[in-house]
């Protein structure tokens, strides 16, 4: 194992400078989203994932906000 890893090893920058692409391409796409277009994402992407959807409740609750009486 340790040897096909380092077998890899020069592909390593080539994969970073691919990944730090891919952000920079996310990045502004949401950056020209609308605001109703990234509360849709949002709420599209807490309808199929609970474990998401449960860290933004503790962080509006932390925040202040009651989102018990806003469902």
């Not at 890899?8 to 891919?22: F, K, T």
């Not at 509360?39 to 609750?61: F, W």
């Amino acid at each position: 194992m340790g040897l096909a890893v380092l077998g890899q090893a020069e592909s390593v920058p080539r994969q970073r400078s691919a990944a730090a692409s891919r952000t920079r391409l996310l990045d502004a796409w949401l950056e020209f989203r609308t605001r109703e277009e990234l509360l849709a994402l949002v709420r599209e992407q807490l309808a199929g994932d609970r474990d998401l959807r449960r860290r933004l409740e503790l962080r509006a609750a932390a925040a202040g906000e009651d989102t018990g009486s806003a469902s």
